[in-house]
């Protein structure tokens, strides 16, 4: 089997799993627990044997297809991977199986529940492989959906709420973004749809009016899918109400395709526009990391506080970025602009990693236990609930950035890079880091440590499915904060043929 037919199988597999659900009798429970776990850990199997077939010191997109799909208009089934995309991949795949296995519980219309996940793995799959404009943002619009009634149907009480702000705010975001789309479609030369030869050609590249209209509109898509502040308010209605395992996937995933189409798309297609409002952008992203872990250190619901840590966190991938776009033009700052954007990639795969499993562990302490997630209700865990406790103490100490966990990687590198193209935001923005840490080790010792809350008592510890669901990801922690290099060599080929493109 060819790597072509190895990714396309990736992505459509989840989607032919769940046709198959929907032929199933909706009584046949456990046979629908099966299948949608088959099929999103095939499809995961499949991400991970692309890494056989693909050249990881090898620049550009690989094991490509392209074939016609609407010849008239020039759009084409156009998909790839390159060191940007695969880990993206197959992050993904990882996610939704956990998030399966975590829901094996979940009694309420479990079919169409596990069809919806299914489908969102097809979705957000497509987001991080299409090479076509038109396929891209099919994809996009199509993550919408299924987020939007995972959150309106298993959600909390305020669960409508949530689901038509969530969609909302997305929405708007689509419509503009579209507009840049179309932008780029009528000035190419010849039409099409296809990336790659959008980014050669820079169709916009003589109206700087146009240019901006457009990188407006993919901006504005980008930032509320990240989301960036201001336009975050969505984020943490979403995440309150979703069902759990929707949490994981809309942090772990979701906000990653903002971040995503920044290094992709705005960078790829407006190096000039993109550079010309670097600042700016990087001074939101610095509000977002300060306001992000200010906000969480005044919550008192944990699930909030994970909520508004990702704003901090999605803060460091966009400074990163702006760091990185600020570079364009200039070779003497080529070297930081790698080294940002590696960083800025890293995060993006350490925070899915690593909030994914924090949101893992509110809902099993919330959803099958206390069901609170009050702060201040908690206390001493660690003498009643050890396995948990230690998974949990480790998910947040490697958030708040120790070395020798993924996440320090990661924001080391950032701040390497940002410090090398303009210090002074990268200085307040280390400001950010150590409130985040101070805001963990201050949540640490009012859940786990002090005195025991006797209320608590007898609660059992991690069983074996929430054991499947979470040791993954605490190894993953582990194992890319100590070895980085083979995730980072992956990267670096990426970025480092990104930066070149933009000298």
Not at 33 to 38: E, G, K, Q, S, Y
Not at 153 to 168: C, H, M, N, T
Not at 198 to 216: E, M, N, S, T, Y
Request: glycine residues 10%.
């Amino acid at each position: 089997m060819t790597g072509e037919t190895l990714l396309t199988l990736t992505l459509f597999l989840p989607l032919a799993g769940g046709v198959v659900l929907l032929l199933l009798p909706r009584t046949a429970v456990e046979a629908i627990r099966l299948v949608a776990l088959v099929a999103a850990a095939l499809s995961t199997a499949l991400s991970l044997l692309l890494l056989g077939p693909f050249e990881a010191g090898r620049p550009g997109f690989q094991l490509v297809t392209d074939v016609p799909w609407i010849p008239a208009i020039g759009v084409g089934y156009r998909v790839g991977v390159d060191g940007l995309s695969l880990p993206l991949v197959i992050l993904t795949g990882v996610l939704t199986v956990l998030s399966i296995v975590y829901s094996w519980r979940v009694e309420v219309r479990v079919k169409e529940y596990m069809f919806l996940f299914l489908l969102l793995q097809t979705a957000m799959v497509g987001v991080f492989v299409a090479l076509d404009l038109f396929l891209f943002f099919i994809v996009w619009e199509l993550t919408i959906v299924p987020m939007y009634f995972l959150i309106g149907i298993w959600g909390g009480p305020r669960k409508e709420y949530a689901a038509i702000k969530f969609f909302l705010y997305t929405l708007v975001g689509s419509l503009a973004m579209l507009v840049g789309i179309l932008l780029f479609y009528l000035h190419a030369d010849p039409r099409t749809f296809d990336l790659r030869q959008l980014i050669q050609q820079r169709p916009l590249a003589g109206d700087l009016r146009l240019a901006q209209v457009a990188f407006w509109g993919f901006f504005l898509s980008f930032a509320i899918k990240v989301p960036m502040w201001p336009f975050h308010t969505w984020l943490p209605d979403a995440h309150v109400e979703a069902p759990t395992a929707g949490s994981v996937i809309l942090a772990g995933v979701l906000l990653k395709l903002g971040t995503y189409g920044f290094v992709r798309y705005s960078l790829g297609l407006f190096p000039e526009v993109f550079r010309q409002f670097a600042v700016p952008i990087a001074i939101l992203a610095l509000l977002g990391i300060v306001y992000g872990v200010l906000v969480a250190m005044a919550q008192r619901d944990l699930k909030k506080l994970v909520a508004y840590s990702s704003v901090n966190h999605m803060g460091f991938v966009m400074l990163g970025t702006a760091a990185a776009a600020y570079a364009y033009g200039r070779p003497e700052l080529a070297r930081w602009a790698a080294i940002a954007l590696n960083g800025a990639v890293y995060e993006m795969l350490a925070h899915g990693v690593i909030t994914g499993a924090l949101f893992l562990i509110v809902g099993v302490i919330y959803d099958y236990r206390t069901h609170t997630r009050g702060v201040d209700d908690f206390g001493g865990l660690w003498h009643l609930l050890p396995a948990y406790s230690g998974v949990s103490v480790l998910a947040m100490l490697a958030s708040l950035g120790l070395p020798g966990l993924m996440g320090f990687v990661a924001e080391f590198l950032i701040f390497l890079g940002a410090f090398g193209i303009f210090p002074a935001i990268a200085a307040v923005g280390l400001l950010g880091i150590v409130l985040n840490a101070g805001m963990f080790l201050w949540t640490i010792r009012r859940v786990f440590t002090g005195p025991v809350n006797e209320r608590w008592r007898g609660l059992p510890d991690l069983d074996a499915r929430e054991w499947l669901a979470l040791a993954p990801l605490a190894a993953l922690m582990l194992i890319f904060g100590l070895f980085p290099r083979p995730l980072l060599d992956l990267i670096d080929v990426a970025m480092t043929g990104l930066v070149t493109a933009l000298r």
